[in-house]
């Protein structure tokens, strides 16, 4: 197996420097990062054509060829979004709670970094430059394990970065990119017990499963949505299609993006015929339980498709007899992700928010609002669908610890 | 493989009626757990009796037969720790945080339940009653695993506290005991994806590492505590004999129990002769490093007794030239439980006190103090040693998750 003590130790060699940093050393890196990000331009989009001519002639398709796809331009939009990451608020040092315990001791819980986090992503490289960014913020050194279409990419990136670490005075072991990108070297990864502190993967299911499968590290799984529109007998109808139609075709790719439609009987008559009227002319295939055929035409839906994250133009919809069975069949399928209610009846809401287990839900707005971005956190390193440590987005504060410190006089049990 | 699905199912029912009820309710159901404990205060002696029965016959320690049996008494104090625990605050339902988007969204983050937790503990039965109520509080269904030793003590335990909940109109299966206790069971236990929610290990090193390298679900890691105290050179000599004799043999066995002294070189002649006296007094066994034996008679220590959590009379000694060695050696050896320094400079306890990386950082204090009661968290159900999620002792509220809850009026993206 591959052995990545070496990698681990460095990491955390640097992780324990920048524990000592300030925030304006910090902020400093991420400007110097930023800099030399736009200084290596040139290497950076060599080292890119390399990355775009291999996955062209492996026939890759346009879209994720231009995923791929770096440019001046793009460079420069993540060398000013690293910028941006130096003006938001640093959480390192906050105080979120203290108190004098009787017998004088003085305890206040503080944020910390969280030490070592190993993030494993897929072919986009802007991910290097965005994830390490908000590692550096928070004072955590961080671990790259970008996908094998992007390593050439990836590696000149790395070393921007790094080479902007060590003008700003900090070590350039605090970012650290695995130049093997095969399955052995990931396992190891998500292996490196007493040095990874958190492990983020970011991509598909496939990459979620095999990190849970087999990691010993702590992990966050992030990004698997399926997730549900539930159209009450008391739904505004303009309000629910408006919602269908954005959670739905807006962006069918995302994780935040709706896969299912619930339709209280009462109201189906009148809300099947104009959703699917809406829905159509926006590109999507409905595929319809035995209820919803009867109102309009489409394909008959199966057991399978409830419980699949389309992530394109694709609608599965059931009509259910009263909220319960609504709840029962988002429990039944949900990955925890974001569920809405469109709903007039206030009462009906609340009892919808209380009874969803999901990171986020949602009254009478689309699921795609489930972003770091839309929920102001100014930066977002993923969408955790656990319930550990993190649920939601994850911005800055969600790459903290906490620690105790507790200042006493001599005091003893 | 033992098939554990149908009693994950069973959890996850029960965990949606428990979403559901107030807390009233719940703390009805723990004054109801606690009257049926006590109503079958017989069956549980009589089950009891054979499960020491059996461990007298394989020969097991009294100090480990007298941590497995129980009396009247004994469970009239479990029953009583349950009513307290109805009696602390609910933190189901506080809202985190709250804001406004400019778009009109209102944004809540809500304290919910984690849904299923699983405990596997070790011998003492006590842990079978303690862990349902603070799971019950805080509304999480919880499925317990107990030692094989004290398996008939559990059944009838469990089997008490279903009937209190199904008094109180909660469903029992809100509380599950695995009758199997074989390591079969327990691994099925840790990779029930998708029922379970989180899962607390409570107990040894080898249980702990057992399940870091088998689960699949969400793992809080428990309990294993290398604590150190550290003399500066400007300490206060008496409260560091009176710390160190304190943290090291007031109670040897538990995780917050120090295991190795580190001594700045400056002080070591002044401090180590009275400090040796004490512990000796105190019966406690020193093993020295070259320099702390120039100045006081005891066995060698070896590199693997810095590695050891003896939890016993046994300590390990090593004269430091400066804080920045005494803080390279915790970071080698430390299991991030508690670590603590004594100065009377405080620029030098800062600089501790931000260097060290562990759940519970002390100046002028024993690191016996890591613990929920202490802490005045009023119950504890574990201390973590990890940063995902809680960090030390983890009282009701860290058995909870967070929600987002967005009351929109019809935005879309």
């Keep these: ?49 390399r990355d775009v001519k291999a996955a062209r002639e492996k026939g890759t398709g346009e879209s994720l060829l231009d995923r791929l796809s770096l440019t001046e331009d793009r460079i420069s939009v993540i060398a000013a979004d690293m910028e941006r990451v130096a003006t938001l608020p640093d959480p390192v040092g906050e105080v979120m709670d203290r108190f004098t315990r009787p017998n004088g001791l003085a305890i ?15 072919s986009r490289p802007n991910v290097t430059a965005d994830a390490a960014a908000l590692c550096i913020k928070t004072a955590n050194a961080v671990i790259l394990k970008g996908g094998s279409d992007a390593i050439f990419s990836n590696i000149a990136i790395a070393d921007a970065l790094r080479a902007g670490l060590e003008q700003a005075g900090l070590p350039a072991d605090a970012v650290q990119l695995l130049a093997d990108t095969d399955r052995a070297a990931a396992t190891a990864l998500m292996r490196l017990r007493g040095y990874v502190d958190l492990l983020i993967p970011r991509g598909g299911a496939a990459l979620i499963k095999n990190t849970v499968e087999n990691a010993t590290v702590p992990v966050i799984e992030t990004g698997t949505g399926n997730c549900h529109i539930y159209i009450d007998k008391d739904a505004d109808i303009d309000m629910g299609v408006n919602i269908i139609v954005n959670a739905k075709a807006q962006r069918p790719g995302v994780c935040n993006a709706a896969e299912t439609l619930l339709v209280h009987e009462k109201i189906a008559a009148d809300f099947l015929p104009r959703a699917a009227e809406a829905l159509q002319k926006a590109g999507v295939e409905l595929r319809g339980c035995e209820i919803t055929r009867q109102y309009i ?102 790459l903290t610890s906490y620690q105790y410190r507790i200042r006493g006089t001599g005091q003893i049990r």
Tied chains: 1, 2.
Aim: hydrophobic content about 45%.
């Design 108 to 122: 206040e819980q503080v944020r910390v970094p969280m030490g070592v986090i190993a993030i494993i992503y897929e």
């Design 297 to 398: 035409a489409c394909t008959p839906c199966t057991e399978m498709d409830f419980a699949t994250e389309f992530l394109d133009y694709i609608l599965a919809i059931r009509v259910v007899s009263d909220i319960d069975t609504a709840l029962a069949h988002i429990s039944q399928y949900s990955t925890l992700h974001s569920e809405a209610i469109v709903t007039e009846n206030n009462e009906t809401a609340e009892y919808f928010l209380r009874h969803i287990d999901a990171a986020a839900v949602y009254v009478n707005a689309s699921t795609r609002f489930t972003d770091g971005g839309e929920f102001g956190f100014g930066a977002e390193i993923g969408i955790s669908t656990q319930k550990l440590h993190a649920r939601g987005p994850m911005g800055l504060r969600e």
């Design 1 to 49: 197996m591959t052995d990545l003590t070496e990698l681990g130790k460095k990491a955390k060699a640097a992780c324990r420097i920048l524990a000592g940093a300030d925030t304006e050393t910090k902020n400093e890196a991420l400007r110097q990062m930023a800099a030399s990000l736009r200084a290596h331009t040139a290497e950076i989009l060599a080292a890119n054509g």
